[in-house]
């Protein structure tokens, strides 16, 4: 159709740049059992209208303010020709690419979040021991310094009810 063949199927991305896109798409597409046999994936400035629609790839020295970075990527992987798996593999593909953006976008907030709790762990310690106490402050801060990847944050509280301790589930971001 376009003027070339491959022995291959041929996966193409095009999506703003974010962490863990190769690993991920490479993960849904190992998990099928689809040997990948070759990645590309430039990254490059560029510019599009309010609709999206692309209106310049400038170089990237002269990119300027207004060009955000995006991925390109184009996998090549075992031929699949049949359409019903076709279509699975890139539903599979757009859920995984929705949970990397997800990912992305909270990842301040559960930052900044982590960072917020080791203030309050220096301000207000709870009742415990204080060596405990540091040590899990010091773990919070080397993980708010992008020393892992943050995915999602649950809140507890721990309750007295009907004379008993329980751990009641508060808050949930993700």
Request: contains cysteine; proline residues 7%; aromatic residues 6%.
């Given at each position: 159709?376009?003027?070339?063949?491959?022995?291959?199927?041929?996966?193409?991305?095009?999506?703003?740049?974010?962490?863990?896109?190769?690993?991920?798409?490479?993960?849904?597409?190992?998990?099928?059992?689809?040997?990948?046999?070759?990645?590309?994936?430039?990254?490059?400035?560029?510019?599009?209208?309010?609709?999206?629609?692309?209106?310049?790839?400038?170089?990237?020295?002269?990119?300027?303010?207004?060009?955000?970075?995006?991925?390109?990527?184009h996998l090549e992987v075992d031929r699949e020709?049949?359409?019903?798996?076709?279509?699975?593999?890139?539903?599979?593909?757009?859920?995984?690419?929705?949970?990397?953006?997800?990912?992305?976008?909270?990842?301040?907030?559960?930052?900044?979040?982590?960072?917020?709790?080791?203030?309050?762990?220096?301000?207000?310690?709870?009742?415990?021991?204080?060596?405990?106490?540091?040590?899990?402050?010091?773990?919070?801060?080397?993980?708010?310094?992008?020393?892992?990847?943050?995915?999602?944050?649950?809140?507890?509280?721990?309750?007295?009810?009907?004379?008993?301790?329980?751990?009641?589930?508060?808050?949930?971001?993700?």
């Amino acid at each position: 159709t376009h003027g070339w063949h491959s022995p291959h199927t041929i996966v193409q991305i095009v999506t703003d740049d974010m962490p863990f896109l190769v690993d991920s798409m490479s993960m849904v597409l190992n998990r099928r059992g689809s040997y990948i046999h070759l990645t590309v994936h430039p990254i490059l400035p560029v510019r599009r209208d309010a609709q999206g629609r692309l209106l310049e790839l400038p170089p990237a020295e002269h990119a300027g303010p207004d060009a955000r970075l995006e991925s390109f990527m184009h996998l090549e992987v075992d031929r699949e020709t049949t359409p019903a798996v076709l279509e699975e593999i890139t539903a599979e593909l757009e859920r995984v690419l929705a949970d990397v953006r997800a990912a992305c976008m909270d990842w301040p907030e559960m930052r900044g979040r982590a960072r917020e709790i080791c203030a309050e762990l220096e301000s207000n310690p709870p009742p415990l021991d204080a060596e405990i106490v540091a040590e899990s402050r010091e773990l919070l801060e080397w993980m708010a310094e992008d020393h892992f990847t943050f995915l999602g944050y649950r809140r507890y509280d721990l309750r007295r009810r009907r004379g008993d301790m329980q751990i009641v589930r508060e808050l949930e971001v993700r």
